[in-house]
């Protein structure tokens, strides 16, 4: 196995040759032209003056430029830095100045939004030029032109420059989404990253031949890492998806013929009450892989029964640890599949312990502290703020809660920042989710902590009601299901309709977004 992402696309044009990689549209590219577009880029780059270490912003949707222009970063020596497409022109700004980005790769006039203008006033001193993918901004550099420039140096020089990236060099700094105060920059490596993702790649069961649709935004480790980088790994063509647009997703299932079809499970719960899923043909189906939330049982049944997935795997990962940590096997126990986010991928420690630091019993809830090669170099630029994430020991401390089996199996069961105490009750709100969720009258739930004068906090959950209720049930008669159903510290003492969720790009409910609603 490579030990570098630039030598993973050479050997993968080795092995698979003609197949096809990507497709994009009307573009369609073979792992052989994608490994010559991304040494065409490397070129540009080093003709640009980029020095090994280097950083580079790509600012764009699902295309193929974008893992054109990755692996052409990396093949250069330099260090990619995703930018999330929902930020503003001030928030992109900030991880572009942070990082010291040398260069911006992102795009003109699309799809009603200009990213290259957003940036245009916006003070960055360490930035030297802006690139567009496609459309046109003032003062940027088109890609096309920016690819001729590269024909000035030598190929033998990009090959020389690729052969130099070394396993330990980083390859990536994904900001985290900075839902509390700014974004800090994790920082991973070329080796670490391979070692884990061909874990991955083998746990699901990732083959040659297999059609991915990218949903998940590359800006983010699931879209990127668990996305096209996987599929190098094991000769999968990948289909990047702009946007999630349920009948558009449904259409290309059906047209393109995807066999696989990652996501979190709010992307599975919007394909089942979709009104009209029947009419597009999903028997292409095979692999499903979900995370980045609570799945219940229910949707699991469901995503089996209704869609077709031979194979559901779950598993858990954060950004600071490559965005892998646990996942399933794909001989679990279908029950154990739902319900937990699997064991250590091999190589990994994984604890769960109090707020002294000391591991809990098993099935004791505590936060999770995970150990291994998968673990961030660190947050960039971030001294005290990587001391605090990562102990003398090694061990991270991600922030999440989960009890674990006495196989090792985690369930996650929440953030401990979601984490709210009502009458001196520890209430997690993704298990109060899961029950309402199994309860069959809601498609969709997100409970959060409020405050309340007599208990300090109680519970809101926020509902879309499933697709054969939605006329006909009323908060009351939720609010009464959970007292029938419920322990009572865990009722959720408010209840509203509505009609959608506040979401962000990976489709995971924005809590700090409800509770500014709740707030008014």
């Given at each position: 196995m490579e030990k570098t992402i630039p030598h993973l696309v050479q050997g993968a044009a080795q092995r698979f040759g003609q197949s096809?990689?990507?497709?994009?549209?009307?573009?369609?590219?073979?792992?052989?032209?994608?490994?010559?577009?991304?040494?065409?880029?490397?070129?540009?780059?080093?003709?640009?003056?980029?020095?090994?270490?280097?950083?580079?912003?790509?600012?764009?949707?699902?295309?193929?430029?974008?893992?054109?222009?990755?692996?052409?970063?990396?093949?250069?020596?330099?260090?990619?830095?995703?930018?999330?497409?929902?930020?503003?022109?001030?928030?992109?700004?900030?991880?572009?100045?942070?990082?010291?980005?040398?260069?911006?790769?992102?795009?003109?006039?699309?799809?009603?939004?200009?990213?290259?203008?957003?940036?245009?006033?916006?003070?960055?001193?360490?930035?030297?030029?802006?690139?567009?993918?496609?459309?046109?901004?003032?003062?940027?550099?088109?890609?096309?032109?920016?690819?001729?420039?590269?024909?000035?140096?030598?190929?033998?020089?990009?090959?020389?420059?690729?052969?130099?990236?070394?396993?330990?060099?980083?390859?990536?700094?994904i900001f985290t989404s900075g839902t509390t105060g700014q974004p800090k920059g994790v920082m991973t490596a070329h080796g670490q990253n391979l070692r884990g993702f061909e874990v991955w790649s083998d746990v699901v069961g990732l083959r040659e031949g297999d059609r991915y649709l990218i949903i998940n935004p590359f800006f983010h480790s699931f879209g990127y890492k668990a996305g096209w980088l996987s599929c190098l790994m094991r000769g999968a063509t990948a289909l990047p998806q702009l946007t999630f647009d349920i009948p558009e997703v449904l259409a290309r299932v059906s047209r393109d013929r995807i066999s696989v079809l990652p996501g979190p499970p709010a992307i599975y719960q919007s394909i089942l009450a979709h009104p009209n899923r029947n009419q597009y043909d999903l028997t292409c189906l095979r692999l499903a892989v979900t995370g980045a939330a609570p799945t219940p049982v229910e949707l699991i049944r469901r995503m089996?029964?209704?869609?077709?997935?031979?194979?559901?795997?779950?598993?858990?990962?954060?950004?600071?640890?490559?965005?892998?940590?646990?996942?399933?096997?794909?001989?679990?126990?279908?029950?154990?599949?739902?319900?937990?986010?699997?064991?250590?991928?091999?190589?990994?420690?994984?604890?769960?312990?109090?707020?002294?630091?000391?591991?809990?019993?098993?099935?004791?809830?505590?936060?999770?502290?995970?150990?291994?090669?998968?673990?961030?170099?660190?947050?960039?630029?971030?001294?005290?703020?990587?001391?605090?994430?990562?102990?003398?020991?090694?061990?991270?401390?991600?922030?999440?809660?989960?009890?674990?089996?006495?196989?090792?199996?985690?369930?996650?069961?929440?953030?401990?920042?979601?984490?709210?105490?009502m009458g001196g009750f520890n209430c997690y709100p993704a298990e109060i989710e899961k029950a309402l969720f199994d309860s069959g009258l809601v498609s969709q739930v997100a409970v959060i902590g409020v405050p309340d004068e007599r208990m300090g906090e109680v519970g809101m959950a926020f509902v879309i009601p499933s697709e054969k209720n939605k006329d006909d049930i009323s908060e009351e008669q939720i609010s009464e299901w959970c007292r029938l159903n419920m322990a009572n510290y865990k009722v959720p003492r408010r209840i509203k309709i509505v009609d959608s969720l506040p979401s962000n790009a990976m489709g995971k409910v924005t809590k700090f977004a409800l509770r500014e609603q709740a707030s008014h």
């Open positions: 096809t990689a990507i497709e994009d549209g009307d573009v369609h590219l073979n792992f052989q032209e994608l490994a010559h577009a991304g040494l065409e880029t490397a070129r540009a780059f080093l003709q640009a003056g980029l020095k090994i270490g280097d950083r580079v912003g790509v600012w764009a949707p699902n295309i193929h430029e974008w893992i054109v222009a990755a692996i052409g970063i990396q093949s250069a020596g330099g260090v990619l830095v995703p930018l999330n497409t929902r930020m503003k022109g001030t928030e992109a700004a900030y991880i572009l100045r942070k990082s010291g980005a040398r260069w911006l790769c992102t795009m003109g006039d699309f799809l009603g939004v200009n990213y290259a203008a957003q940036i245009e006033n916006e003070s960055l001193p360490d930035l030297e030029a802006t690139i567009t993918f496609r459309g046109d901004a003032r003062g940027a550099m088109p890609w096309s032109d920016f690819l001729t420039n590269g024909q000035q140096t030598d190929l033998d020089e990009a090959r020389g420059r690729l052969d130099s990236v070394s396993p330990d060099d980083l390859s990536d700094i089996r029964d209704d869609l077709g997935f031979e194979t559901i795997i779950t598993g858990y990962g954060l950004t600071e640890s490559c965005g892998i940590v646990s996942m399933c096997r794909f001989d679990d126990a279908p029950e154990t599949i739902a319900t937990t986010s699997g064991r250590a991928i091999p190589g990994i420690e994984v604890k769960c312990v109090d707020s002294d630091g000391q591991e809990v019993s098993r099935d004791e809830p505590g936060e999770v502290w995970v150990r291994g090669y998968n673990v961030m170099h660190g947050y960039f630029d971030e001294k005290e703020e990587t001391q605090k994430a990562i102990d003398e020991d090694g061990w991270l401390r991600t922030g999440d809660i989960a009890a674990m089996d006495s196989s090792g199996y985690l369930r996650i069961t929440d953030r401990i920042k979601d984490m709210y105490i």
